[in-house]
């Protein structure tokens, strides 16, 4: 929870107030004013105060003990009620206090500890109010839902206080209040559907706000008007405090005695005021809640209807703060299902940390704006077995954090085309090797990277006699069948392409002396397939090989030249050959 809105929910309390980091040394995050008077009351003094200062550093127990005793129980139990205790006042003097401490645990942040100090050295009934605000606060911050958290806020106070009635009146517009919240007492009636849509008009709101509190211990004793309103609800008493926003009337707290006249004391208006600063920050807290949940449903309503895969995570822990229908379905489950889980968890289930190839350390954001550049990127997705065109950039949130954000489009059936139109590109169609083209690409890469093997250049013998002789189906079908020969050569590192009509070339990635025994052990297998083929038809062919050291720097063309010589003199020397002559 950031400082400010701790502020706005401690800063008027007089009850002291110190919020910190649940973890290691507690860093105190912040103190609100009067702690500060306890343990630092100048404001340079606070600002001399470095950031992440530990607890102990700030609170300073009287007692090694009772420090001991704190500490232990706060570590194994991380919360405190009513803890008494001695601690120092920046003058060095030693306060008897109460503390309370309890945890405030947030879905997307650190969890924060709040103590709550009640001085011991006032009077018990003041004592008791100051106890019970801290006893309030802990309750309140234990509860998820704001609107629960009002309610209870209401239920304690009017216990606390003995009244018959509690209630949150609050503005609508400017000529309208309506009554929002109500607590009351056993056997005592529910006034709020009679309080709805109020003119202001018709009871002194003005007057309330403007005075800062409206307080009658003798209703009977109220002006005509106010006083016959006042006792047809039965009201003999009352106390009203307004909720303000800073300067802005929120509205105001209502506090009804139905069954005595009553005294209101000091402290009893202090502590009303205490519970009138903690539900503005409720309230305020609520409209924030209900405007950014509101932002939230329409941007849910726009990117449903989108069939990108689009969510949203946090930097600091990767919980997911959004997810569309797209990508909630890719994972064969809903968007609220997949709220407050880790990302990496909830797309990839077989995840334990941040996926490698995550984007986020890989996106800039210049300072001063509130969108980072765009980071573009191709990624697969195996659950989902399609590859995805993501866009990621950190982005301003509804609720004012920044957070990652990724629009995801499914690119698979044009991968599978591009696939497609790279085969159709680079592929010899007839062969199912690489072309001439692609060939001549991938061998100069292999020269680029300084690879040390052998350049073969190989021709088909009597393929222009099959396809005269037998007609041009049967010269497919001869250079089908040599290909795949050719192909069962081929090791790691080794390469193939048609480099012409009848003419390939082989990348081996051996020496010279290796090369030449595996394309005789080649013709050699083609020798037995000949004995015991149908084809009318020999398959043989010629070969010239280079060997290309590393560090050589001749040409591709300068290689081809040279292994295209070598087997032309090969071919010419060749003698012998079963059913045909030499080409």
């Known amino acids: ?54 607890l102990a550093q700030l609170v300073h127990f009287m007692n090694k003990t009772e420090a ?36 405030l645990s947030m879905k ?29 606060m802990n309750a309140v911050f234990a509860v998820g839902s704001t609107g629960e958290a009002i309610q209870l806020t209401l239920d304690l106070a009017g216990q606390i206080t003995g009244v018959s009635r509690v209630y949150v009146v609050e ?121 950014v949940q509101g932002s939230l449903n329409a941007l849910q309503t726009i990117f449903d209807g989108l069939e990108d895969v689009i969510y949203v995570n946090t930097l600091d822990d990767y919980r997911l703060v959004f997810v569309n229908r797209s990508a909630a379905e890719a994972m064969g489950t809903t968007p609220d299902a997949l709220i407050g889980e880790k990302c990496y968890r909830a797309f990839r289930p077989n995840s334990n940390g941040p996926c490698p190839f995550c984007p986020i350390p890989k996106i800039r954001m210049h300072k001063g704006e509130t969108r980072s550049e765009m980071y573009v990127w191709e990624t697969y997705h195996p659950t989902t077995d399609k590859t995805y065109l993501a866009k990621d950039n950190i982005v301003k949130w509804v609720d004012g954090r920044y957070v990652h954000m ?15 139109l790279r085969y159709y590109a680079s592929t010899d169609v007839m062969t199912g090797v ?42 497919d079908q001869m250079l089908a069948k040599t290909v795949t020969y050719l192909k069962r050569t081929l090791g790691s590192g080794d390469y193939i392409c048609r480099w012409g009509g009848d003419e390939f070339l082989l990348w081996l990635a051996c020496g010279l002396q290796d090369a030449q025994h595996r394309m005789e052990s080649l013709q ?16 043989a062919f010629s070969y010239g090989i280079v060997f290309r050291p590393a560090g050589d720097t001749r040409s591709l063309d300068k290689l081809v030249m040279l292994a295209d010589q070598k087997m032309y003199t090969h071919k010419i020397g060749k003698r012998g050959l079963r059913r045909r002559s030499s080409d």
């Open 406 to 420: 990724e629009t995801a489009t499914d690119i698979s059936t044009r991968k599978v085309y591009e696939e497609k």
């Open 1 to 54: 929870m950031p400082k400010h809105t701790f502020a706005n929910l401690f800063a008027q309390l007089s009850l002291p107030v110190i919020a910190c980091l649940n973890t290691g040394d507690y860093p105190v995050a912040y103190a609100n004013a009067r702690a500060g008077l306890l343990f630092a009351p100048t404001q340079t003094t606070m600002q001399r105060q470095s950031p992440g200062l530990a």
């Open 171 to 291: 503005e609508v517009n400017v000529t309208t209040t309506r009554n929002t919240y109500e607590w009351c007492a056993e056997g005592v009636q529910p006034a709020i559907q009679d309080l709805q849509n109020l003119d202001k008009a018709d009871y002194p709101y003005d007057h309330i706000i403007a005075s800062g509190m409206f307080i009658a211990d003798d209703v009977d004793a109220l002006p005509d008007g106010e006083r016959e309103i006042l006792q047809a609800q039965g009201i003999r008493s009352l106390a009203i405090i307004p909720i303000f926003d800073y300067r802005r009337a929120l509205g105001y707290v209502g506090f009804d005695d139905c069954n005595n006249k009553r005294m209101w004391s000091g402290e009893e208006v202090q502590f009303l005021k205490s519970m009138a600063v903690l539900l503005a920050s409720l309230i305020k807290r609520r409209d924030h809640e209900q405007s």
């Open 108 to 136: 997307t942040e650190n969890d924060h500890l709040l103590l709550f100090l009640a001085p011991s050295a006032q009077s018990n009934r003041h004592r008791t109010l100051d106890e019970r605000v801290s006893d309030i």
């Open 524 to 539: 050699e297998a083609l020798n037995v397939y000949n004995a015991t083929s149908e084809h009318p038809f020999d398959l």
């Open 434 to 475: 690489d072309n001439r083209e692609w060939g001549t690409t991938t061998l100069t890469n292999n020269l680029t990277r300084d690879a040390e093997g052998c350049l073969c250049f190989v021709d088909l013998d009597g393929l222009k006699k099959a396809n005269d002789s037998f007609g041009h189906n049967a010269g």
């Open 68 to 103: 001991a005793t704190f500490y232990s129980i706060l570590k194994s139990g991380g919360s405190i009620d009513d803890f008494p205790c001695h601690v120092r006042s920046f003058e060095g003097e030693s306060l008897p206090v109460r503390i309370s401490a309890s945890t």
